[in-house]
């Protein structure tokens, strides 16, 4: 297993724990360096810093930025990006408010299908400011149209499903952009879950890596080892860097555990080949 995590989530987005007791729950599981990664918003990376400094683990400051390529929904992670870089904020700003008119109108969409007060029931699961499709899963499995939370998604909430609607998130440039300009490295979060055909794929790797892309999220937590060993080829094909995550949620969401996936393959140049964190894994493994 791996004591390097770089994409888990907490309430400020859609997780189920509270940023410090993420980071605790990261010390319990053997992390050594996290990155707290939230969906389009940075406002839970004070508290987990202060908590990361307690229990002696390497914070790293990240994002989960929503974007908009081809009329797909894609996610861009940050890494050790600046929180407080202006155009960062306001990027991240607009596309929070664009989830609260998502919100209403998935809600509109499930009440055609005979499903009433799903706005309110998926804001009784917010905790901070983001209100996602896991809140409304959320609702929807504790009302019993679903037994858990994949096969809510599956059932209700993508494309072509009741509750799904389409809606545009950043551009994949601007993204990049913010990342790059505050410091940050920009990492295709988990690539096989797009479901993208061969050429697709190439395309869209062609134009990250055009933009500025650093790195594939090529271990996650949604990744089968087939994946897991198809994008550690293309990563080293690309000349990409190779990142990987849990994308953990919290013991409820039904994700995988925190730290508690496979070490990158052989041959990947880790994202985190020149941070000065990189040497607490060094001493782990040593």
């Not at 859609?14 to 010390?27: C, E, F, M, T, V």
Request: proline letters at 5%; one cysteine or more.
């Amino acid at each position: 297993m791996s004591c390097i995590d770089l994409h888990s989530h907490s309430t400020v987005s859609d997780g189920s724990l509270a940023p410090a007791d993420l980071i605790r729950h990261a010390a319990q599981q053997g992390v050594k360096v996290l990155a707290l990664t939230d969906h389009d918003d940075v406002a839970g990376l004070s508290a987990a810093r202060t908590a990361a400094q307690s229990v002696g683990i390497s914070l790293i400051a990240g994002a989960e930025i929503s974007v908009t390529w081809r009329d797909r929904t894609l996610h861009i992670v940050g890494l050790k990006i600046d929180p407080h870089y202006p155009e960062m904020q306001q990027g991240l700003r607009a596309i929070r408010d664009g989830r609260v008119g998502r919100a209403a109108k998935i809600a509109e969409a499930l009440a055609q299908s005979g499903i009433d007060g799903s706005l309110e029931g998926a804001y009784g699961f917010v905790r901070e400011n983001i209100i996602s499709r896991t809140h409304f899963a959320c609702f929807l499995v504790s009302r019993g149209y679903a037994g858990n939370m994949k096969n809510v998604f599956k059932k209700f909430l993508v494309k072509g499903r009741p509750g799904y609607v389409p809606h545009r998130w950043a551009a994949l440039a601007d993204v990049v952009r913010w990342i790059k300009d505050s410091g940050g490295r920009a990492v295709l979060a988990h690539p096989g879950r797009y479901g993208l055909g061969g050429t697709t794929l190439r395309q869209l790797l062609e134009e990250f890596r055009a933009l500025g892309g650093d790195a594939l999220e090529v271990v996650s937590g949604s990744h089968t080892p087939e994946m897991t060993q198809r994008f550690a080829g293309l990563a080293a094909e690309y000349g990409f860097l190779a990142s990987c995550g849990s994308d953990y949620h919290g013991p409820d969401r039904g994700y995988g555990e925190i730290g508690r996936i496979p070490p990158l393959p052989p041959g990947c140049a880790p994202v985190w080949h020149d941070w000065p964190e990189a040497a607490v894994l060094a001493v782990s493994a040593a």
